[in-house]
């Protein structure tokens, strides 16, 4: 096991195009690091950069407290699980697991005892003399993820390792994952573009945006407290609402539209008449009626999802989710009364994106 740490990686190419601006991260021996963005984000560059696949343009790699930064990948001490598998077709379960120590001269007996450990490890003994094609989708990445544990390497790295499985394997793979890192302990670094993977496999996540870190933290804090629009519109199913608007003068409302405006009682007096933007999770806004103060929404839309509904409406160009519980079902076309906690409310600066405390 080892750690692992970055400082100040960077990416661009022709010295133009950056794709990786200066990051620092620092993985602690055995953590489960997870970084989540949408396609385009520079997170399996920045994979690529840390596997040696790619060269990074400044900044330093370490792993272990050695500089690998211009290391071959195959002295970096890391393993790599790809999307795609990349299992070779013509050679079995065994041959494809042994195949990194044969070409590192191992001796066959020590090869046989740790594939074969290996292999109980994932329960893949009885599918060892099989070839790739006569297995399932999640058995291929199984056998993917037993040819990188085999050679005991200092740093997993897991490229969207997931996303070419169907819903339910997803999921039984993501369990599969949480207790092999439980039982390896190996410091790993994973890439998905699937928020509700990163938040349930992660210790840590970084929330990737255009090459820029924005914001590293732990899901629940990454949840409670995301550190931009950007985060808070992307992390959370549904996403968060947002809404940009402007508060009073007088600091007691804040209006969203010509129609709607929501009492405040938490302004402070620096914010008084300025234009912010207001986050409220779906999951936070509560049933209310007329008679208790809450804020009508005309229900435009009903997503029927089982354990809870989503209803969709609208205040004026503001589009708005509530999650309600399966007991609260109104119709289409129907008006809810709405309660909006403040203690659940987020400050978000329009121009700038970032969090306001």
Not at 43 to 66: C, F, P
Not at 282 to 301: C, D, F, K, M, N
């Given at each position: 096991m080892a750690c692992l740490k970055l400082q100040a990686v960077s990416k661009s190419y022709d010295g133009k195009t950056q794709v990786i601006r200066p990051i620092d991260l620092d993985v602690a021996d055995g953590?489960?690091?997870?970084?989540?963005?949408?396609?385009?984000?520079?997170?399996?560059?920045?994979?690529?950069?840390?596997?040696?696949?790619?060269?990074?343009?400044?900044?330093?790699?370490?792993?272990?407290?050695?500089?690998?930064?211009?290391?071959?990948?195959?002295?970096?001490?890391?393993?790599?699980?790809?999307?795609?598998?990349?299992?070779?077709?013509?050679?079995?379960?065994?041959?494809?697991?042994?195949?990194?120590?044969?070409?590192?001269?191992?001796?066959?007996?020590?090869?046989?005892?740790?594939?074969?450990?290996?292999?109980?490890?994932l329960e893949l003994l009885p599918l060892l003399q099989r070839k790739p094609r006569e297995l399932s989708g999640g058995q291929r990445q199984r056998v993917a993820m037993g040819?990188?544990?085999?050679?005991?390497?200092?740093?997993?790295?897991?490229?969207?390792?997931?996303?070419?499985?169907?819903?339910?394997?997803?999921?039984?793979?993501?369990?599969?994952?949480?207790?092999?890192?439980?039982?390896?302990?190996?410091?790993?670094?994973?890439v998905t573009h699937d928020q509700v993977e990163a938040m349930t496999l992660a210790q840590r996540v970084i929330v990737m945006n255009k090459g820029v870190a924005e914001q590293i933290g732990a899901p629940a804090e990454i949840y409670r407290r995301p550190a931009s629009l950007f985060v808070a519109g992307f992390i959370g199913s549904p996403a968060m609402n947002l809404w940009p608007g402007r508060i009073s003068d007088d600091g007691a409302w804040f209006k969203l539209s010509d129609d709607v405006a929501l009492p405040l009682t938490t302004a402070k007096p620096?914010?008084?008449?300025?234009?912010?933007?207001?986050?409220?999770?779906?999951?936070?806004?509560?049933?209310?009626?007329?008679?208790?103060?809450?804020?009508?929404?005309?229900?435009?839309?009903?997503?029927?999802?089982g354990a809870d509904n989503l209803a969709h409406g609208q205040w004026g160009t503001q589009k708005v989710i509530v999650r309600l519980s399966y007991e609260h079902c109104p119709a289409a076309g129907s008006t809810l009364w709405l309660h909006l906690p403040e203690s659940s409310w987020h400050w978000f600066d329009s121009q700038s994106g970032l969090r306001m405390e």
């Open positions: 953590e489960f690091v997870v970084m989540v963005g949408p396609s385009g984000c520079g997170k399996s560059t920045l994979l690529r950069m840390v596997a040696g696949l790619e060269r990074t343009t400044g900044g330093d790699i370490y792993i272990d407290n050695q500089r690998v930064t211009d290391l071959e990948p195959k002295d970096r001490g890391i393993a790599m699980v790809f999307q795609n598998y990349a299992l070779y077709p013509h050679m079995s379960v065994y041959d494809n697991m042994a195949y990194g120590l044969k070409i590192r001269g191992f001796g066959k007996a020590q090869i046989r005892q740790q594939v074969e450990e290996t292999a109980r490890i040819r990188a544990i085999v050679r005991e390497p200092a740093v997993f790295l897991f490229d969207e390792p997931l996303s070419n499985l169907d819903a339910k394997l997803r999921v039984q793979m993501r369990l599969e994952l949480q207790q092999l890192h439980r039982r390896l302990n190996t410091t790993s670094l994973y620096q914010w008084r008449g300025r234009e912010l933007t207001l986050g409220v999770r779906p999951e936070h806004i509560q049933p209310a009626t007329r008679e208790t103060g809450g804020v009508p929404l005309q229900i435009s839309t009903l997503e029927l999802l």
